[in-house]
Nanobody, 125 residues
Framework: QVQLVESGGDSVQAGGSLRLSCTASGYTISNICMGWFRQVPGKEREGVAV???????TYADSVKGRFTISKDNAKNTLYLQMNNLKPEDTAMYYC???????????????????WGQGSQVTVSS
């Protein structure tokens, strides 16, 4: 059973930076596609960034050039570096992993194999 635990969420001012981490257990992340999603109350969860086993990345247009997804296979940990944060980035951020979906298919997915519990990011203007 894959378990995902996020950390790093915080409250920051617009223009600031945060780095989210997602530590996985029960599976080696080098062999699976992983991604970050976010959700605001009352809205659907949306894909933010995805990284495949080879390190190829896919980003939502809203975060391109500001967010960077990466992973450390030795630490079995996924990261999301968020720079130049905007108030509209405020959301609960979720780490996700899927055994079959990757790239745009994972970014646009509503159902994935594994979810983390979420980490809150709040950006004030």
């Amino acid at each position: 059973q894959v378990q995902l635990v996020e950390s790093g969420g915080d409250s920051v001012q617009a223009g600031g930076s945060l780095r989210l981490s997602c530590t996985a257990s029960g599976y080696t992340i080098s062999n699976i596609c992983m991604g970050w999603f976010r959700q605001v109350p009352g809205k659907e969860r949306e894909g933010v960034a995805v990284i495949d086993s080879a390190g190829t990345t896919t980003y939502a247009d809203s975060v391109k050039g500001r967010f960077t997804i990466s992973k450390d296979n030795a630490k079995n940990t996924l990261y999301l570096q968020m720079n130049n944060l905007k108030p509209e980035d405020t959301a609960m951020y979720y780490c996700a992993a899927d055994r079959h979906l990757c790239g745009w298919l994972l970014l646009l997915a509503r159902v994935v194999n594994y979810w983390g519990q979420g980490s809150q990011v709040t950006v004030s203007s």
